[in-house]
């Protein structure tokens, strides 16, 4: 008599269910921490609801972003320090949706892998959690993709989705005029833009993530994942101040490309590159690479991670006042009639 053999299950193509609802019951906490007002059901369901009353709009706009961290990751799976990485992905969004003038509401994130390790998709999402309690964001749901043969060994992938809101008629850019003041918010590193350049720059080095940062304490690796700020709740009370005419987040595109879209077309900037020390994270990657001035303001933050865009006769008030969020503030340039972005001083 035959035995009869047991079927395939999906666990043997790969895809373990138990998994991935054992790290759904882990990341509840980390959710539940970040509820804020307008949060109607969050984790579990097959879809997320929101209030917009309940938040305590009359008439609101909702405005939506998407992001990535790109190949920061990289550093973040050859490490294991992988702690940090879902702050950047809040930051990529929550800063964007900002600069439109809205208060971002509610978060999504997707994780892809080959095969979950929940230990460490915890710890990711735990990050996440942290970046949205840290912009007064609720995380109310996500997908946790488990995909054998679409990723290497303990490779993953990252995306973020942000939704936030503001009242009618209240969007920014909004009255930009020449004579406005450019206050620069200092960043944290090189945020999540310009890694791949990182990286071959890393290459060129000859050291490793382990090696000790040239320019800091702590690994290379280390260094170089220092997470994206997130400036969220100090440029809402900024625009809450009146006065603040355009936000600017500074990331792919650096300095020259990423100002000019929060001005009028017929408007530009004048910058004082003497105005702020530049972070020895870029020196070290300007100097390592043999990079020109030029080519390290369009690649990256070089120190400036959003730019508040004000009133000239506001710009000593808002600035006290970001201060006093905890915020580096330096007066960096002003609107001008000639549309682009002019330099003036040197960085490097």
């Not at 909702?62 to 973040?76: E, F, Q, S």
């Not at 603040?244 to 100002?259: D, K, M, Q, R, S």
Request: charged share 20%; with cysteine.
């Amino acid at each position: 008599m035959m035995t009869k053999k047991n079927g395939l299950t999906y666990a043997d193509a790969g895809v373990d269910i138990d998994a991935g609802n054992t790290l759904v019951e882990r990341i509840k906490p980390a959710a539940k921490r970040t509820a804020r007002s307008g949060v109607m059901a969050g984790l579990g369901g097959f879809g997320a609801l929101f209030d917009l009353k309940g938040a305590g709009y009359e008439d609101p706009i909702l405005v939506a972003a998407t992001d990535g961290v790109g190949t920061k990751l990289r550093i973040a799976i050859d490490t294991g320090n992988v702690d940090t990485v879902g702050i950047d992905l809040v930051a990529m969004c929550v800063n964007d949706l900002v600069c439109q003038g809205a208060e971002p509401l509610f978060f999504l994130d997707y994780f892809a892998t080959g095969k979950l390790d929940v230990d460490s998709a915890t710890r990711i999402i735990n990050g996440i959690a942290k970046g949205c309690e840290d912009s007064g964001c609720a995380l109310i749901g996500g997908e946790t993709a488990e995909m054998p043969g679409m990723y290497h060994d303990g490779d993953f992938d990252l995306a973020g989705f942000a939704v936030g809101a503001m009242e009618r008629g209240s969007d920014l850019p909004a009255g930009v005029q020449v004579g406005d003041v450019l206050l620069g918010l200092g960043s944290n590193g090189v945020h999540s833009n310009g890694y791949s350049f990182v990286r071959k720059v890393v290459e060129l080095s000859g050291l490793g993530w382990d090696a000790a940062s040239p320019f800091s304490d702590g690994t290379l690796g280390e260094a170089l994942l220092a997470p994206t700020r997130l400036y969220v709740k100090q440029a809402l009370a900024a625009v809450r101040a009146g006065g603040v005419h355009a936000l600017a987040h500074i990331t792919g595109g650096g300095l020259t490309e990423n100002l000019p879209r929060v001005l009028p077309d017929d408007m530009g900037a004048t910058i004082d590159l003497s105005s702020w020390e530049l972070p020895p994270v870029f020196r070290w990657l300007a100097e390592t690479a043999n990079m020109e001035e030029k080519e390290l303001l369009k690649t990256f933050n070089s120190g400036i991670g959003m730019i508040v865009v004000v009133a000239a006769d506001r710009a000593d008030e808002i600035a006290a006042l970001l201060t006093s969020e905890g915020e580096a503030v330096t007066r960096i340039g002003t609107v001008t009639d000639q549309a682009g972005v002019a330099y003036t001083g040197k960085l490097l």
